[in-house]
């Protein structure tokens, strides 16, 4: 025959095992087993700890109302500890804190939202995902994200129109906390400033004259300042500059740049405008006139200089010995050309983490640095040096 105690436990635990793992079913549970032990007589804590182990594996993943269970406390001081709220004994914090670990008991971000009034989300609109600078940005904000335990809600915009109208309402749907807009084209940041959104917006791009924006970004104009100070310091005086799409933002930073400095030395500011592709820098290198008129070029990306390479390899022009060439982005192939590609490195990581001190405060209504740039860095490698004569 069962024994009495032995009997208050199944039925109790029965009742748990019922649960479905609805909010409703647990506290409904949870009351019942607590009615029936009471009904039947005091159960030793063991016993308890025996449900909540029994609750526990019945759905497979621990609810707040375990922990609760299992700790002896209600599930709104369980709420209270994972929330670090204060008005509660310290004991009965680092219990609680025990039970969560036992259990491995991990709070849903819509609970800490309900509790906290955020949703410790950020969303990301990203526009040409696919190209090395704004991929990089995202998987940098990312990181500085998880970093800080928020989640990123993305959005890629397919460059067709409504995209961007698209993005904002199922970045709205997620109840993003703010929004972090890699914006490299002009036509993706007039998509920000048509559609204000009710969170804090953060802007990645080098945007220049606008005070109502809070702008991050890596300072583009800087990098090109750095590659013309290089070049001329060697001794160069005819260069060309093989610039990016000017509808791009970091592109047109980069030009704009370029003719000041070049400006600044009297030299003429030779340039043509590219696509980013290799292929491009390849058709430049193989057959531009230009080429045979000037002894650097720097391009704007380090996939035109990959292509510039072979294009001049085919022209009978060797790199650095009859002219220099420099890029941009320090791309992790750029290190293995021939020769290596003396270029300019972006801090991708300092972006992104600037980015979301920004949106926290904003999200904190402390002021925010409207303005805020990272500079790059010179990385000299092999194909860059004093100009020769040509034979």
Same mark, same amino acid.
């Given at each position: ?65 375990? +922990? ?256 220099? +060439? ?66």
């Amino acid at each position: 025959m069962e024994r009495p105690e032995v009997a208050r436990r199944r039925q109790a635990s029965h009742g748990l095992r019922r649960c479905k793992g609805g909010i409703y079913d647990v506290v409904k549970y949870h009351r019942l087993a607590r009615r029936r032990v009471d009904v039947a007589g005091p159960v030793d804590p063991t016993d308890w700890n025996s449900m909540a182990r029994d609750a526990v594996s019945s759905r497979g993943r621990p609810s707040i109302y375990d +922990v609760a269970l299992r700790a002896g406390v209600s599930h709104m001081t369980v709420s209270r500890v994972i929330n670090d709220q204060p008005n509660i004994r310290e004991s009965t914090r680092q219990h609680v804190k025990r039970v969560i670990a036992e259990l491995g008991y991990q709070p849903s971000s819509v609970a800490r939202a309900l509790a906290s009034r955020h949703s410790r989300s950020i969303g990301v609109m990203v526009d040409a995902a696919d190209h090395y600078g704004p991929k990089n940005t995202l998987l940098a904000i990312e990181r500085a994200a998880r970093e800080t335990g928020y989640t990123v809600a993305t959005f890629s915009m397919s460059g067709e129109e409504g995209s961007a109208r698209e993005g904002f309402a199922d970045l709205a749907g997620h109840g993003v906390d703010a929004v972090c807009m890699i914006a490299p084209r002009m036509s993706s940041l007039a998509a920000v400033i048509s559609a204000p959104l009710d969170v804090p917006t953060i802007v990645i791009g080098d945007v220049e004259g606008d005070p109502s924006l809070i702008t991050v970004a890596v300072d583009q104009g800087y990098g090109a300042a750095l590659v013309a100070e290089h070049l001329t310091g060697l001794g160069h005086r005819s260069l060309l500059h093989l610039a990016g799409p000017l509808d791009w933002i970091d592109a047109k930073a980069r030009e704009r740049s370029w003719r000041r400095e070049m400006d600044a030395r009297g030299l003429a500011p030779h340039m043509v405008v590219g696509d980013w592709t290799s292929d491009f820098g390849y058709d430049v290198g193989a057959r531009h006139p230009l080429v045979e008129s000037v002894s650097a070029i720097f391009a704007s990306n380090d996939q035109m200089a990959l292509g510039l390479l072979h294009g001049l390899s085919t022209r009978g022009l060797r790199v650095p010995e009859h002219i220099a +060439v420099v890029g941009y982005d320090d791309a992790p192939e750029s290190r293995h050309l021939l020769p290596p590609l003396t270029t300019v490195r972006q801090d991708f990581g300092a972006v992104g983490t600037a980015a979301l001190r920004a949106v926290f405060d904003a999200l904190d209504r402390q002021p925010v640095e409207p303005r805020q740039r990272v500079r790059p860095e010179l990385i000299v490698r092999s194909s860059s040096a004093p100009p020769a004569e040509r034979a």
